[in-house]
């Protein structure tokens, strides 16, 4: 399995302002990704990132919206840009590890005024 | 597209009696992974149990095991000698065989375990 941490652990912000959450893991990893969950909802994949290249997005997500880093292979970091109420979700990063297992960080929830 | 349906949203089971909670998937691959998380209100994604689908004998991990029946594509999860610890949200998801790819998630099913 793997230890993830994730800062902060909850928000609340205003209206257009942005916010950056940093997720860690207590060991390198090649693949770590960003989900979205809003309110009652399921999981959904916001983008999947590679140490030293390009976060891949998925469809209804873009990189000016949801800027990532990665910078090595133990940190990332998901900047939610210029916010809206329609953006308060819980936000939460995963690692994938041997066996093919996806492991999650415990979340930041973020309220968004 | 791969689809996840969890038809239950809610379930509730006696302390100690078993429960199973039911998920369905569509595919056309034959190489993928299925998992149930667990979600408490802690809100920590929590991994239950997986099964990889070349395996025909069902995981089982203590107090939780699957029912895979492949060519239904249904994957369900019993859970015995339910706990109160076991409340929680609880999501079936679904991976492809390739390394790094993502999950796809069921809509949840919320159990709640009456003392």
């Known amino acids: 399995s793997a230890v993830i941490s994730q800062k902060p652990s909850r928000d609340i912000c205003q209206r257009g302002t942005s916010l950056t959450i940093q997720c860690q893991v207590d060991s390198q990893v090649t693949m770590m990704f960003w989900y979205r969950q809003q309110p009652g909802q399921s999981l959904t994949l916001i983008a999947t990132?590679?140490?030293?290249?390009?976060?891949?997005?998925e469809s209804g997500f873009v990189i000016d919206k949801f800027p990532i880093s990665r910078p090595n292979l133990t940190f990332s970091t998901l900047t939610v840009s210029n916010m809206s109420p329609e953006d308060s979700s819980i936000y939460l990063c995963?690692?994938?590890?041997?066996?093919?297992?996806?492991?999650f960080g415990p979340g930041t929830r973020l309220t968004v005024l | 597209a791969q689809t996840v349906t969890q038809s239950q949203p809610e379930m509730s089971v006696q302390e100690a009696e078993t429960v199973t909670l039911s998920c369905t998937y569509d595919t056309s691959e034959s190489d993928y992974y299925l998992f149930w998380y667990k979600q408490p209100p802690s809100r920590q994604m929590i991994l239950v149990i997986r099964q990889e689908a070349y395996k025909q004998q069902n995981a089982t991990e203590n107090r939780f095991s699957v029912n895979f029946q492949k060519a239904a594509k249904s994957f369900s999860l019993k859970i015995s000698d339910s706990q109160l610890g076991d409340a929680a949200m609880y999501f079936c998801?679904?991976?492809?065989?390739?390394?790094?790819?993502?999950?796809?998630f069921g809509t949840g099913t919320r159990l709640a375990v009456r003392p």
């Open positions: 995963s690692v994938e590890k041997w066996p093919d297992t996806q492991y």
């Open positions: 998801a679904y991976r492809r065989g390739s390394s790094g790819d993502k999950l796809t």
């Open positions: 990132a590679n140490q030293g290249s390009e976060a891949t997005y």
